[in-house]
């Protein structure tokens, strides 16, 4: 207590005459009108009290949250004292005081205040609840912990797979699982829903699709775990079990050993083992969840798994600064002979087995992430950078100079060199992130080709079998896999099974192969990425041109791989929104630009497509459409359009170029373009560059001249034994003709019956970085970031061909098409194909 407080509370005034009867009569009738939210008349039941009872602490804690909910927290404090006084074993009014302080500003002073409400009720949970906003969280009372009197295992590992707790038998169980990212659009990832109601509608579309396993990959709020709870307590002929995850950063120097980075490491795993037995209140941290953990939900905790996909530079750097750690003895875990890598992973994980073993006499399966990147294989067509620059050199190749890509076959985990003690009853097991498309030595490895599983040959099922031998006798989990749906395609896959470019049913059928073959190869389960699009994400292919980054979340990037891994599609717009081939009502409430020669341009947008409407009466199959976008600056960029004889009054960096159903394109002008395609006489070597780092529309030009939207997924590279694997790519440029209905990549469509032409671009097809505060590309910069402008709108010039060649109709707009911009995205969720798939498939099982 503070000695201004204290020295108040001496100055205790001379008792005075009081209604004893008839005062707590008119402060109960005070509390039931606020309750009632009728604050006024809870005003005066108060101030009646008091007047019959002078300075009664009950009508003075009243009236304190009375002056609170009439927004003046100066007059509360003043109450608030004013009831301490006459008695400081007030919790309410502590309580109270806390809250006004906190509202004047003066946190510092609140904070021993909710202490002092706490220590007189331990159980007061709003008090509880204020500390931990305020960031506060240790000194608490928590409920005593039990020890349970026999040890609680309701899961362990048994050979090659888990086994869970049936009654006093153990049952085989293999893992059907979702991973649950919560980032929903417009929030990071940290903004976390924090409703049970969101939490228990997921985890029932998850059980309904009979997936059996639930992976987080950190602490979500204490809604989530009271949802898990209440699920399984409703069905436990059906019941969810959880793989839970333990987040870490990287280290500050690649040191594992920090003594702050691990104390801070540890801690998140403390943490994580409280949170899951319902004992943990925890203070409100940035980008972390927090609250009072108070539901239990360990008997149905399958596994954790600790860290991240670490990075091969920090695992090389670790290794170097500890090379003669090359052992270890835990009390669960051991290593006789490892990198210094392997034995820190062995030792965390030992540490979190220790600590709930300890406390809560309770154990379970435990592993760390790994990921191809850092597998115990050796795989030859994956040169490191240091050996693929020489290889260039002997080969008369030119060095790659700008090869950012990590080493991924410089350094290794492996699980193989952990062995479990006698004292650990629940196991330990391998765990990866494995993809079909990445690394490159998947898609290359002609031993991996020659596998073939159910659904044919396929190099991931070669890789999985591989990964299994060397795994022989310990359970493997997969704990992420997946393709995703986006229009944008990152890498290309032997098999199709691309890093992106899938339309949603070609994604459920490939999400369904994946799924067969982790089981045909014999592993102990799979865990399937994601549960939800995440418009948060980021890949390599996109990153650059999503700029400012932070504002991603606000908008929906359909060229992004990483946003569409999700069973459940989060879309832009409301679920009304125009669609190629859809209610022709949609496209005719886009407002219309402008209007001539029997031609009407139509233009909408949401936060993840630029919407363009043509109606004609000159007759839509005989026509042919080329339509100029300048999105930059008027007074720059190309001034006509392809195969077209005529100028064009604005300067445009696009042309939509719609001849038929089988060739439809978007082109850029050569200045605007931020990736190199290939050119004539271009050497494959030079699509190493990946940037057209000359980028820029700072003059004007008429030559015709446009380029493909040419990006190259996947780089020329050089084998260790000196084989060229030559590059590929795709062209983003190219258009899908049909209705979004039949497949869901549709970009453009014809209805004859209504006379329209419908199309709808992404925002990163057209070099908007930013469509919520119409941000363009400006410039391609080099060396440093790319450079964006604010764009005043765009301009259209749309050229009607008909037969011959000849132009029927040319329509220019008067002025720009402008977009709202916006903070909070509208945007509406459903259920994928791939759900219904998944469910099928696992039903099956």
């Known amino acids: 207590m503070t000695l201004l407080l204290a020295s108040l509370l001496l100055q205790q005034p001379p008792p005075v005459a009081c209604d004893r009867s008839a005062a707590p009569v008119a402060v109960e009738q005070g509390w039931q009108a606020y309750r009632r939210e009728a604050i006024a008349e809870a005003a005066g039941h108060f101030a009646a009290a008091d007047s019959l009872c002078p300075g009664s602490p009950a009508a003075r804690t009243g009236l304190g949250f009375v002056r609170l909910r009439q927004g003046d927290a100066a007059a509360a404090e003043r109450s608030f004292t004013t009831a301490l006084r006459g008695d400081s074993s007030e919790a309410d009014a502590w309580f109270g005081l806390g809250l006004a302080r906190n509202r004047l500003g003066r946190r510092a002073d609140a904070i021993p205040a909710w202490r002092r409400a706490l220590a007189i009720a331990p159980g007061y949970s709003d008090a509880l609840d204020a500390l931990l906003a305020a960031g506060v969280d240790s000194g608490l009372p928590l409920p005593p912990r039990a020890r349970p009197p026999a040890p609680a295992v309701p899961a362990r590992v048994t050979g090659e797979r888990f086994e869970v707790r049936a009654g006093d038998d153990w049952k085989p169980f293999y893992v059907k699982g979702v991973n649950l990212g919560v980032a929903l659009p417009g929030r990071f990832p940290s903004d976390f829903p924090p409703d049970d109601s969101t939490y228990a509608h997921w985890l029932r579309r998850i059980a309904e699709a009979n997936a059996n396993v639930v992976r987080v990959y950190t602490i979500l709020p204490p809604a989530f775990y009271h949802a898990f709870k209440a699920w399984n307590d409703a069905h436990p002929e059906r019941p969810l079990w959880l793989v839970h995850g333990v987040w870490a950063e990287l280290p500050p120097h690649s040191d594992y050993d920090d003594p702050k980075w691990k104390a801070q490491f540890r801690s998140e795993m403390r943490r994580v083992v409280e949170v899951v037995h319902g004992h943990a209140a925890i203070a409100a941290r940035a980008g972390h969840a927090w609250g009072r953990y108070d539901a239990d939900v360990a008997d149905h905790v399958l596994a954790f798994i600790i860290g991240r996909e670490w990075e091969p530079f920090s695992i090389r750097g670790y290794n170097r600064l500890r090379p003669g750690r090359t052992g270890y003895a835990g009390r669960f875990l051991a290593v006789d002979r490892g990198t210094p890598a392997d034995v820190w992973m062995a030792e965390q994980c030992d540490w979190l087995l220790a600590y709930e073993w300890e406390v809560w006499r ?311 373009n931020p990736y190199l395609g290939p050119r004539p006489g271009m050497h494959p070597t030079d699509l190493d560059a990946f940037y057209n780092r000359r980028a820029s529309v700072d003059g004007r030009r008429d030559d015709r001249v446009f380029d493909s939207l040419f990006v190259t997924t996947n780089r020329l590279r050089v084998s260790r034994t000196g084989r060229i694997f030559p590059a590929h790519g795709v062209n983003r440029g190219r258009l899908r003709f049909g209705r979004a209905a039949e497949g869901s990549l549709a970009d453009w469509f014809v209805d004859r019956g209504a006379g329209l032409v419908e199309v709808r671009l992404p925002w990163g097809l057209l070099n908007v970085t930013d469509p919520s505060s119409r941000t363009v590309l400006a410039r391609v910069r080099d060396p440093g970031p790319f450079r964006t402008v604010a764009t005043n709108g765009f301009q259209f010039v749309v050229v009607a061909v008909g037969p011959g060649g000849t132009q029927r109709a040319r329509l220019v707009p008067g002025q720009p098409f402008v977009w709202p911009t916006w903070e909070t995205p509208v945007w509406h969720e459903r259920l994928k194909p791939a759900y219904f798939a998944m469910q099928a498939l696992w039903g099956s099982w």
């Open 362 to 672: 309770a154990a379970r399966p435990i592993a760390y992430t790994n990921w191809p990147t850092l597998d115990p294989l050796h795989h030859p067509t994956e040169a490191t950078a240091a050996e693929e620059q020489a290889l260039r050199k002997r080969l008369g190749l030119a060095p790659n100079v700008r090869l950012q890509e990590y080493d991924n076959d410089s350094e290794a985990l492996d699980a193989m060199v952990v062995r479990t003690t006698a004292a650990n009853v629940a196991g330990y097991f391998a765990s990866y992130h494995a993809y079909p498309y990445y690394p490159d030595f998947i898609g290359l490895d002609s031993t991996y080709g020659a596998a073939r599983s159910s659904a044919g040959a396929s190099h991931y099922y070669g890789y999985l079998l591989d990964l299994k031998r060397h795994h022989a006798g310990r359970a493997l989990l997969i704990a992420e896999y997946g393709v995703p749906s986006s229009r944008g395609l990152a890498h290309l896959q032997p098999e199709g099974l691309h890093h992106g470019g899938h339309d949603e049913r070609e994604m459920a059928q490939q999400d369904v192969r994946l799924t067969r073959e982790i089981r045909e190869a014999g592993l102990a389960g799979g865990i399937l990425f994601a549960w939800l699009d995440e418009w948060f994400k980021h890949s390599w292919v996109a990153i650059d041109l999503e700029t400012p980054r932070e504002r991603t979340r606000i908008w929906h990037n359909v060229m992004d791989p990483e946003q569409h891994y999700g069973l459940v599609g989060l879309y832009a717009g409301d679920s009304a929104r125009a669609e190629p081939g859809g209610d022709p009502a949609s496209w005719r409430a886009l407002p219309a630009l402008a209007e001539s020669g029997g031609v009407r341009l139509r233009v909408g947008s949401d936060a993840a497509f630029l919407y363009l409407a043509l109606e004609s009466a000159l007759g839509i199959d005989s026509t042919r459409w080329a339509v100029g976008i300048d999105t930059y600056r008027p007074d720059r960029g190309q001034f006509a359009l392809p195969g077209l004889p005529d100028s064009t009054p604005t300067g445009v960096e696009f042309a939509l170029v719609l001849n038929d159903t089988a060739d439809a394109q978007l082109l850029v002008t050569p200045g605007y």
